[in-house]
């Protein structure tokens, strides 16, 4: 009788080991995935905000006749330090490869705000460039000195 009991004890043990959801090669696939994710949009922290570009759109923009590209950034900063930080769109200004940079376009939408410790604050940055020059770099300048910078993909 013990040995049918051991049996069927073992059995059962074996059998749930069997068809148990996921593995470590799975965990290691996922880890993967979230890395690749993180180094496509790169945080940078910067005096103590956490500052990640989110995403990146470019569209068409006409007015006066005139035809441009209109890039525009999805930011994110986080406070990460003890103190109130602030963040805006005017932070942040477009290079071009032609070493010309661009501030925010005043006809569209701007975000900016003081940050407490540990919020975020979330907005978008919109930058209007001719159709001859092509952007390169969104830099962050916030007192004429570039502290941080991300490539722009076209």
């Known amino acids: 009788?013990?040995?049918?009991?051991?049996?069927?004890?073992?059995?059962?043990?074996?059998?749930?080991?069997?068809?148990?959801?996921?593995?470590?090669?799975?965990?290691?696939?996922?880890?993967?995935?979230?890395?690749?994710?993180?180094?496509?949009?790169?945080?940078?922290?910067?005096?103590?905000?956490?500052?990640?570009v989110k995403k990146q759109e470019v569209d068409e923009k006409v007015s006066d006749k005139k035809k441009q590209q209109l890039y525009t950034f999805t930011i994110s900063g986080e406070n990460m330090s003890s103190t109130n930080k602030g963040l805006g769109a005017v932070d942040f200004v477009l290079k071009t490869k032609d070493g010309k940079e661009i501030e925010v376009d005043p006809s569209m939408a701007m975000f900016g705000d003081e940050i407490k410790p540990g919020k975020t604050l979330e907005g978008k940055a919109s930058f209007a460039v001719d159709e001859k020059q092509t952007a390169t770099k969104l830099l962050y300048k916030p007192l004429d000195k570039v502290l941080a910078e991300w490539d722009v993909s076209k």
């Open 1 to 52: 009788m013990k040995k049918v009991l051991l049996s069927i004890g073992l059995g059962s043990v074996l059998l749930l080991a069997a068809c148990s959801p996921g593995t470590g090669d799975e965990k290691k696939t996922d880890t993967k995935a979230t890395e690749t994710a993180k180094a496509e949009t790169k945080d940078t922290v910067v005096d103590g905000l956490k500052i990640k």
